[in-house]
């Protein structure tokens, strides 16, 4: 009877411990997305009441909520989100314009928008009124991102001295002041700024430089293998109007109507 009693006792230690190793395996494969992102960034990524809120946020919630990925937000200013991509601290990064420098460096998903960019100027008695007036002016832009690239791409013959920031909010604060002329930056999130947070810029002239954004992902076998599952997706959600209504959502436009 003893001897029973401890085959018994040793055969459910035994199958107690198959289901902590079933269960630590299956907890070591849930699938997490390292995503670098600033929390400030309205309307593309921002925190508000400890929640990450935004356009990219959304985006970036369809599609790997689509391949069963959780996201694992790691929020610092932009030249942070840079560095943590390009040491591979995250996996890939919001709202980056897929160009061909970049892409010596990174491998990219097809696009999932195109942005523009756009000149702000003070709208109380501004010393920019159009592209034209940039000369000899203070133009300021934010540190790591590409658009003053993209400005001397098109109007190279503008003169102007460059001014780089690290943050938005002092931008908006020295144009508004005159201290600098003008700033150069996405046309998406300057058109949501004026409209609902009331910062008193005026975009000047039109739109210019089409640029392709898409998810960066280090060159490797296995994110190659994942940039396409990424691609099914984005064609899945824009042909079935999600990415539309997202951007309605944070633009009362659809950004994605002229890119199907």
């Not at 610092?76 to 160009?99: E, H, R």
């Not at 000899?136 to 190279?156: D, Q, R």
């Not at 001295?161 to 943050?167: A, F, P, T």
């Not at 898409?214 to 109007?241: H, M, R, S, Y």
Request: with cysteine; net charge negative; proline share 3%.
């Amino acid at each position: 009877m003893k001897r029973f009693l401890l085959f018994l006792v040793a055969g459910l230690l035994f199958i107690a411990g198959c289901g902590e190793s079933e269960s630590a395996e299956s907890t070591s494969e849930d699938k997490v997305m390292k995503v670098g992102a600033v929390p400030d960034g309205f309307p593309h990524t921002f925190k508000e009441d400890e929640e990450m809120k935004g356009f990219n946020v959304d985006i970036f919630e369809a599609v790997f909520g689509e391949l069963g990925y959780e996201i694992d937000w790691v929020l610092t200013d932009w030249n942070g989100v840079l560095a943590n991509l390009q040491s591979g601290k995250v996996d890939t990064a919001i709202n980056f314009a897929a160009t061909e420098e970049r892409a010596e460096t990174y491998h990219f998903t097809d696009p999932y928008y195109n942005s523009k960019a756009v000149i702000a100027s003070s709208n109380e008695d501004p010393n920019v009124q159009s592209l034209d007036d940039l000369e000899g002016k203070k133009l300021a832009s934010i540190m790591g991102t590409n658009f003053e690239n993209v400005l001397k791409e098109h109007y190279p013959e503008e003169k102007y001295e460059l001014v780089i920031y690290e943050s938005n909010d002092v931008v908006y604060t020295d144009v508004s002041s005159g201290k600098v002329d003008g700033f150069i930056y996405g046309r998406e999130q300057l058109l949501a700024q004026i409209s609902q947070r009331d910062i008193p810029l005026q975009i000047i002239g039109e739109p210019f430089g089409d640029q392709s954004v898409a998810f960066p992902f280090e060159k490797t076998e296995e994110n190659d293998a994942l940039i396409l599952e990424i691609n099914e997706v984005i064609k899945k959600l824009k042909e079935d109007g999600t990415f539309s209504e997202i951007s309605l959502k944070w633009f009362d436009v659809d950004l994605l109507e002229n890119d199907q």
